[in-house]
């Protein structure tokens, strides 16, 4: 069996597999495969590229991610490892997987509703298409409405406490019923 080097079949699954491993540093229960934000991993020569899209412009995270795939790369023998910024088409809530929902709610969090967007990576909506045919945005000042369930007990009596939770991609709820408060990610 050929050596898992960078150019070849081999390495390039090994890189993925590697990649797809790396946990978001804000929501450890979640790889950067099922945040959605892992968009690719290629070889360009004898580089391991990691394309990451941000799921909010600013997001404190970002740098974080980047470290930890290149560490996790170089330390599985990629000597060379780049790590791409991919803003277009911009990350989506409805970008994270099944599997990382269900992770968020077995960890006590709340997961996103539908966008009011469906520009995932090789949807119909996808890049320049969904801009074109979007039409504007609407801007709400006022609260989100959002029609939630408590993670823990499951009632939808549930209210907003701040819009604001333990980082900027979440607000902070409570459920009126077991009284627990909880956080819940942004719908974006």
């Known amino acids: 069996m050929a050596p898992a080097t960078a150019g070849n079949a081999v390495g390039v699954?090994?890189?993925?597999?590697?990649?797809?491993?790396?946990?978001?540093?804000?929501?450890?229960?979640?790889t950067l495969v099922d945040l959605g934000v892992l968009r690719d991993v290629r070889v360009e020569g004898d580089t391991v590229v990691a394309s990451i899209t941000p799921t909010y412009s600013g997001c404190p995270a970002m740098a974080t991610m980047r470290d930890d795939l290149?560490?996790?790369?170089?330390?599985?023998?990629?000597?060379?490892v780049e790590v791409r910024v991919v803003l277009e088409p911009a990350w989506s809530s409805d970008w994270i997987t099944p599997h990382g929902r269900a992770a968020l709610h077995?960890?006590?969090?709340?997961?996103?509703?539908?966008?009011?967007?469906?520009?995932?990576?090789?949807?119909?909506?996808d890049g320049a298409a969904a801009r074109a045919s979007a039409g504007p945005i609407t801007l709400t000042l006022g609260p989100i409405r959002r029609a939630l369930t408590c993670p823990r007990c499951g009632?939808?009596?549930?209210?907003?406490?701040?819009?604001?939770?333990?980082?900027?991609?979440?607000?902070?709820?409570?459920?009126?019923?077991?009284?627990?408060?909880?956080?819940?990610?942004?719908?974006i």
């Open 106 to 125: 077995d960890a006590g969090l709340s997961a996103p509703g539908p966008a009011r967007h469906d520009a995932a990576p090789g949807s119909a909506r």
């Open 70 to 80: 290149v560490h996790r790369l170089t330390d599985a023998g990629f000597p060379h």
């Open 155 to 187: 009632s939808s009596n549930t209210r907003l406490i701040s819009e604001f939770g333990a980082t900027a991609c979440k607000a902070l709820y409570r459920c009126a019923d077991c009284l627990e408060p909880f956080d819940h990610v942004k719908e």
């Open 13 to 30: 699954e090994r890189a993925r597999e590697v990649a797809a491993e790396v946990r978001d540093p804000e929501m450890p229960m979640l």
